[in-house]
């Protein structure tokens, strides 16, 4: 919510199947949802609406990052954990579970991610912490997004760890 009324876009929160009859029945504009909720919510949209359908020219994008909290006394959880996301990256384990789990062929084919305008949102709530999170990590490349540098789905297709979301 915060990302989008820092952008100007007036926000309110509703439950999934309220939001969809409300954007049915033109009382709001747009209801966005992220790429991982998109196949899970389909069979939801398809029975809850009419004539709702998902966007087919614009992806808004802002950088938003999971993060894993273990107690802080617990230094050798977190060292694990850090030490096992490491080597799932490197290994390229990590890779091909997002794209089995999230770019998948539902998605792929429904998305159309060449085809699409991207408009980036910042994420002034969390900029100063997720500055700070390795490039490595990112599976969007966020800085050349911020930055102005990529505008399109087709130039997002370019960049190595999203090619398997575009093929």
């Known amino acids: ?33 992220g790429i991982a909720e998109l196949e899970r919510e389909a069979q939801l949209m398809a029975s809850s609406t009419s004539d709702t359908a998902l966007d087919p020219h614009l992806l808004l994008a802002y950088p938003f990052a999971g993060f894993f909290y273990v107690s802080p006394n617990n230094q050798l959880l977190a060292d694990a954990i850090q030490t096992g996301f490491e080597r799932a990256i490197a290994d390229g384990s990590y890779q091909r579970l997002v794209e089995e789990l999230i770019f998948s062929p539902w998605l792929r084919r429904t ?25 490595r990590h990112w599976i969007v490349p966020w800085p050349e997004l911020l930055n102005g ?14 090619k398997a979301l575009c093929s």
């Open 1 to 33: 919510m915060d990302i989008f009324d820092a952008a100007g876009l007036r926000t309110f929160t509703a439950r999934s199947e309220d939001l969809f009859r409300l954007v049915d029945h033109q009382r709001v504009q747009l209801f966005p949802r």
């Open 111 to 135: 998305l159309v991610l060449k085809n699409r305008r991207v408009i980036v949102l910042a994420n002034p709530v969390a900029a100063d912490v997720l500055s700070a999170v390795d490039s």
């Open 149 to 162: 540098e990529i505008e399109t789905g087709e130039q997002l297709c370019a960049a190595q760890k999203l």
